[in-house]
């Protein structure tokens, strides 16, 4: 069993930048997948960021060059550094964890709302 926890959420003028970041009680393994979703009003939960193990990240287009992804394995956290934050990246972040082996599991955090005003 694997809890997250996001912190780091808040309000933002464009322009600014945040830094979400996501703890995890329980182990992470290499083989699963880490990533950063959102979720905006009357919209579907979209991609922002994952990395399968060690592998390349893999960036949502609309954040591409303005968010980076990182994970330090040795505290079990992830987090997610927002800059040149546009009105549009409003909405609840949230952390995952997906696991395959030894069996599947698909974790989530609660949530934390990130606001840029215009």
């Known amino acids: 069993q694997v809890q997250l926890v996001e912190s780091g959420g808040g309000l933002v003028e464009a322009g600014g930048s945040l830094t979400l970041s996501c703890v995890a009680s329980g182990s992470i393994h290499t083989a699963d997948t880490l990533g950063w979703y959102r979720q905006a009003p009357g919209k579907p939960r979209e991609l922002v960021a994952s990395?399968?193990?060690?592998?390349?990240?893999n960036y949502g287009d609309s954040v591409k060059g303005r968010f980076t992804f990182s994970r330090d394995n040795a505290k079990n956290s992830m987090s997610l550094q927002m800059n040149s934050l546009k009105a549009d990246d409003t909405a609840v972040y949230y952390c995952?964890?997906?696991?395959?082996?030894?069996?599947?599991?698909?974790?989530w955090g609660q949530g934390t709302q990130v606001t840029v005003s215009s």
């Open positions: 995952n964890v997906r696991r395959t082996w030894p069996f599947s599991a698909d974790y």
């Open positions: 990395v399968l193990g060690g592998g390349a990240i």
